[in-house]
């Protein structure tokens, strides 16, 4: 399967701008993604760089990912408030890889891991390594978050 994800990663200012024009604050991003603010607060300057989930799942919430989109017309206050909170277990990680019918090299590389670095997230020892934008970005894809749908533009 393919998730149809963005792979080229905006840089700070423009997610900056997506932000402010979305009419959000940052705490509440925060909030919403499971970041504390000085994190996000890095990845908003490029200090520290958004994962290919991170930046689809605020593309997605930004209403500005070129293949998916929200159902319905929530104001992005209430999506962040709907995101499944908390790291997933290894169980969980596992279980959504393979409903989505992916092998772990294949959602490794849709992700833009190594091989290895997926496998340890599907790990017990390695358990919530995944981080929490990504688990929601994964279930939005496969259809089965409790809270929120998207489809296909």
Not at 15 to 21: F, G, Q
Not at 28 to 51: F, P, V
Not at 71 to 90: D, H, K, Q, Y
Request: hydrophobic share 40%; proline share 7%.
């Amino acid at each position: 399967m393919n998730l149809n994800l963005v792979q080229a990663l905006p840089d700070g200012e423009t997610l900056i701008n997506m932000r402010r024009e979305s009419g959000i604050s940052p705490m509440k991003i925060c909030d919403g993604l499971g970041y504390t603010y000085r994190m996000y607060c890095l990845k908003e300057s490029g200090e520290q760089a958004l994962n290919i989930g991170e930046i689809n799942l605020l593309l997605i919430m930004f209403g500005k990912h070129p293949h998916w989109s929200l159902c319905g017309s929530l104001p992005l206050e209430r999506i962040v408030e709907l995101m499944i909170p908390g790291a997933p277990s290894s169980e969980d990680v596992r279980a959504v890889r393979v409903a989505l019918g992916l092998k772990p090299k294949e959602i490794a590389a849709e992700l833009g891991y190594k091989h290895d670095t997926w496998r340890s997230k599907e790990s017990p020892a390695k358990a919530g390594t995944l981080k929490m934008p990504e688990y929601n970005l994964l279930r939005l894809i496969l259809g089965d978050h409790p809270n929120l749908k998207i489809q296909p533009k």
